[in-house]
Nanobody
């Protein structure tokens, strides 16, 4: 059974950096993505990467602050977040698709598996 487990969330001051991780097990996926959600709002696409690593996509709000990468040699991905702002506070979810996904933003509908999320809190 496929499983995605996020880790690395926590509290960081505005302007700081944080890297969150997603470990995948149970099957091979074609693409991985990060989404985030604030209570009361819809889930938002943050970034996605095809497993080959050739293609990376980001939500418009990222503006060069975040970088998604794969875990070479293992199944999983990272999200490096820099210049964090209080509005980046959210639960960040790792998601995976069986297929390669292209373009931006990615829809939740094309993702086949989800992690339980990790909370990132940015203080002002």
């Amino acid at each position: 059974q496929a499983q995605l487990v996020e880790s690395g969330g926590g509290l960081v001051q505005a302007g700081g950096s944080l890297r969150i991780s997603c470990a995948a097990s149970g099957r091979t996926f074609g693409s991985y993505a990060w989404f985030r959600q604030v209570p009361g709002k819809t889930r938002e696409f943050v970034g996605g990467i095809n497993w080959s690593g050739d293609n990376k996509y980001y939500g418009d709000f990222v503006k060069g602050r975040f970088a998604i990468s794969r875990d070479n040699g293992k199944s999983g991905v990272y999200l490096q977040m820099n210049r964090l702002q209080p509005e980046d506070t959210a639960v960040y979810y790792c998601a995976a698709s069986l297929y390669k996904v292209y373009g931006s933003p990615w829809s939740e509908d094309v993702m086949n598996s989800w992690g339980k999320g990790t909370l990132v809190t940015v203080s002002s």
